[in-house]
């Protein structure tokens, strides 16, 4: 074997030959490419929130321009209370109260009521400190507060609780109370007025609660069959107002649309004079006929139920 000087370095690569064929560049550079992949994947890594960074500035809408529409609820019946009671803190009551906040509460307004839950950190303007006396826009007294609970702040991501029971949101009150510097008195004047506003004494009935977007389609769909007896009318009395089979309807009816409305609900009148006139003759006097319709003769109830029954499938 042949022995190696470890100084002469000439002996180990040979530049000559390395220069002569290119691909053997790339074992001479190639730590390069890996000290530089490490530094640039270590400054991504370190700078993460930066180079990540949208550019693209985010739009912010504000929602409280656009009107909402009501949400679905179901009606609920509050029952009276007795109001001199139920304005006086005790245990039980708080302790009630702070249950009801942390689950329905806590998120927004934080376990400690300090305005910090999780839920609350992207609202603007932020949850309610109820430790602070300060910015408080209905007020921190019995019926401020319930009022905010019955309507909720506009525009604010504070929305009504309308829905529970006058025993819940008092016990929700005295636990926000109970965690509050100072708390505020009520004069005897606020607490009849409150009773007063929400009828909490007498107690009411909250009735089931739609859209107005769904209302409005029900409303269309049901006025359907109104809409198309109008039609059939108006084309009778254009095309056949001289047909005394025709007269004779008019004649017979309280309510021409009514009557459509009724013939249009059920095919058991065509079949024969009988069927038609039993027909009628249930409900005689919401059905849009007049009782004189059971006084036709045979000739005449025939051509009338003829006539009629042309107009409906
Ligand atoms: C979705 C988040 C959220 C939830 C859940 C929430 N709140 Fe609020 N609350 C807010 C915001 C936001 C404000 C501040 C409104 C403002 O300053 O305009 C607020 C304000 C309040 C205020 C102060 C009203 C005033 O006069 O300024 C009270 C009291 C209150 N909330 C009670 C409650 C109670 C009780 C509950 C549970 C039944 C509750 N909140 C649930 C977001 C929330």
Redesign the pocket.
Known sequence: MEERNPNKIEEEIDFQAVAKTPIRWFGLIYPYFIVLIIFGGLYYVVNLDNVALNKIKPQYVDSTKFPKDITAKKGVILAGVNIAEIVKPDDKIIAKGKE??KS??S???GEEGK?D?A??SA?N????N?SSKD??????KIA??YK??EEG?P?????A?EY?PVEDKFA??HF?QSIMPDIPQNTAEELALLDDTYSLSKGRIMPNQIPVAKALKILSKESEPVHEANMLIASLIETHKSDPNFNVFDRVCSNKQRAIIYLQKSNIWKSSNSSFANYIASNINNNGFKPLALKLNDEQLNGMRSFLARFFE
């Open positions: 009801l906040y329905t509460c998120s927004c307004h305005g839950g839920a609350g609202l303007p932020k949850p309610r109820f910015a408080w826009i209905n007020g921190r401020d507060i905010t609970l702040i525009g604010s991501g504070m929305v609780y529970l929700l009150i926000i």
